[in-house]
C-alpha cells in the first residue's frame, strides 16, 4: 500500500458511499532507447513503470457513468452510457468532458467493437509527474480498459486493448499519438522491457534487471511547447531523407530504419544538411536499440550505459530536440559517482530523462543533480527513483 492506493479508497467511499468492487493498477512508461524512431519504420525499447494511475470501480445497475479523480478539485463527471454510445467518436463530442474523454473514449472505443457494457463508477489517482512525458494518459486509459474487463467479464487481450486505447486517444482526445505508450502500459513486466515494432507490432520480452543498479526519473519540469513543432518538422525531413536513399539500395527501402549504419554510409552523400542529420540519427538510434538488447541479455549494464549516453548525444547533436534543461540535466547526472549514462527520452524540449546509476550513489547523486540544475536553469527538477512493475493485462 501507498499513499496514492489510500487516497483513491478514500476518494471513491467520499463521492459513492460504499467499498468498490475492484481495485486496479496501471503503470506508467519510460522508453529506455529508441528516440524518434517510432515513425521512421524503427524498434523501440520501453518498460513499465512503478508510478502510474491508481483506480477504484464498480457497477452501476441505473446506466450512469460517474468518474472522479482525488487529484483534481472540482473534477466529478457525470454521463450517461446511453449518452456516450450515441456520441460522434470525434474531439468535438468529447471535449466538455475535459479529463474523463480519455475514460470515456475508452469506453466508446470498446462499444464501437461490440462489448456489451453498462453504467459504472470510478474514483482514479495517479503518481505520474503531470506533463513529464511519462505517459499518464495511455495509463489511464489502459486503467480504464482493465478496470471495464473485469466489471464486465470482458474477452479483451493487451494488445487490443492498446490499440482502441489510442484510437480514443487520437478520436475522443484529439491527441495524435503513437502506440508504444499503450502498449507497453499494457504490456509491460516487471523486470523486463519490450522491444516493441512499432509498424508490426511484433514485441519481444528482454531481461531488464539492473542488479546493483537504479533507474533515476529525472523531470526538467520545463513545458515541451516546442515538441509538436519540431516533431512534425522532424517527421517531414526524415521522409524527405528515405524518398532520396531508400530508392538507391536494393532492395529499395520504405522506412530509414530498414536501412543498416552501413548502407546508409554508401548513400549519405546524396543528403544535404540539415536532412543527413535527422536520417543518421534514426539509422543509428535503431542500430542502438538493437545493440541495447544484446546488452541487457547478456548482463552487460556498462555497454548499455554507453549506449544511452550516445543516444542522447545524437538526440542534442543530429535531431536537435534536446534543449538547455534536458543537457543541463543530463550532463550535471552524467558528472556524478557511479552513474553509467543518462540521456533525454520522450519527444523533447523538455519533460523527462533517465540516468543509470549505483545503488549506493543513488541518493548523493539524486542531491547533486537537483542542486546542479538548480543553480544553472534556476528551478527545481524532480528526481525519483523507478522500478519496473506489472501491467494489468500482462499478469
Not at 468492487?21 to 503503470?27: D, G, L, M, W, Y
Request: glycine residues 8%.
Amino acid at each position: 500500500m501507498n499513499e496514492f492506493y489510500e487516497k483513491v479508497k478514500d476518494c471513491y467511499n467520499d463521492y459513492f458511499d460504499r467499498t468498490e468492487e475492484v481495485f486496479i493498477f496501471a503503470p506508467g512508461r519510460v522508453n529506455l532507447i529508441g528516440e524518434h524512431i517510432d515513425y521512421n519504420g524503427g524498434k523501440v525499447l520501453p518498460c513499465s513503470l512503478s508510478v502510474g494511475t491508481y483506480g477504484a470501480a464498480s457497477k452501476r445497475k441505473d446506466g450512469r457513468i460517474l468518474l472522479v479523480s482525488a487529484d483534481f478539485s472540482g473534477s466529478y463527471i457525470e454521463t450517461e452510457a446511453d449518452v456516450i454510445e450515441e456520441l460522434k467518436d470525434e474531439p468535438e463530442s468529447f471535449e466538455a468532458f475535459g479529463w474523463a474523454a480519455y475514460p470515456l473514449g475508452v469506453f466508446k472505443k470498446l462499444l464501437m467493437r461490440g462489448f456489451k457494457l453498462g453504467g459504472f463508477e470510478m474514483a482514479v489517482s495517479g503518481s505520474l509527474p503531470r506533463g513529464s512525458g511519462l505517459s499518464s494518459s495511455a495509463s489511464l486509459e489502459i486503467l480504464t480498459c482493465a478496470v471495464l474487463k473485469k466489471l464486465f467479464r470482458l474477452e479483451l487481450d493487451g494488445v487490443t486493448a492498446s490499440v482502441l486505447s489510442v484510437e480514443a486517444e487520437r478520436d475522443c482526445a484529439g491527441v495524435n499519438c503513437g502506440i508504444m505508450d499503450q502498449f507497453i502500459c499494457a504490456m509491460g513486466k516487471k523486470d523486463k522491457a519490450i522491444l516493441l515494432d512499432t509498424s508490426t507490432l511484433e514485441y519481444e520480452y528482454t531481461p531488464f534487471i539492473l542488479k546493483d543498479y537504479t533507474l533515476l526519473i529525472m523531470n526538467t519540469k520545463k513545458p515541451r511547447r516546442l515538441a509538436d513543432s519540431k516533431y512534425n518538422e522532424r517527421r517531414a525531413e526524415c521522409e524527405k531523407a528515405v524518398s532520396v536513399i531508400g530508392k538507391k539500395l536494393v532492395p529499395e527501402r520504405k522506412n530509414l530504419c530498414d536501412i543498416t549504419p552501413e548502407e546508409f554510409d554508401r548513400v549519405k552523400e546524396l543528403l544535404k544538411e540539415p536532412v543527413i542529420k535527422r536520417a543518421r540519427h534514426a539509422v543509428y538510434e535503431n542500430g542502438r536499440t538493437l545493440d541495447a538488447v544484446r546488452a541487457l541479455q547478456n548482463g552487460d549494464i556498462a555497454l548499455f550505459g554507453k549506449l544511452i549516453d550516445a543516444s542522447h548525444d545524437s538526440l542534442r547533436d543530429d535531431y536537435e530536440v534536446t534543449g538547455i534543461e534536458l543537457d543541463t540535466i543530463v550532463e550535471a547526472a552524467r558528472a556524478q559517482k557511479g552513474v553509467l549514462g543518462a540521456r533525454m527520452t520522450g519527444a523533447g524540449f523538455g519533460g523527462c530523462a533517465i540516468a543509470l546509476v549505483e545503488k549506493e550513489s543513488a541518493e548523493e547523486a539524486k542531491k547533486n543533480i537537483e542542486r546542479i540544475y538548480k543553480e544553472k536553469i534556476g528551478y527545481d527538477c524532480e528526481i525519483m527513483k523507478a522500478e519496473t512493475f506489472d501491467s494489468p493485462f500482462a499478469v
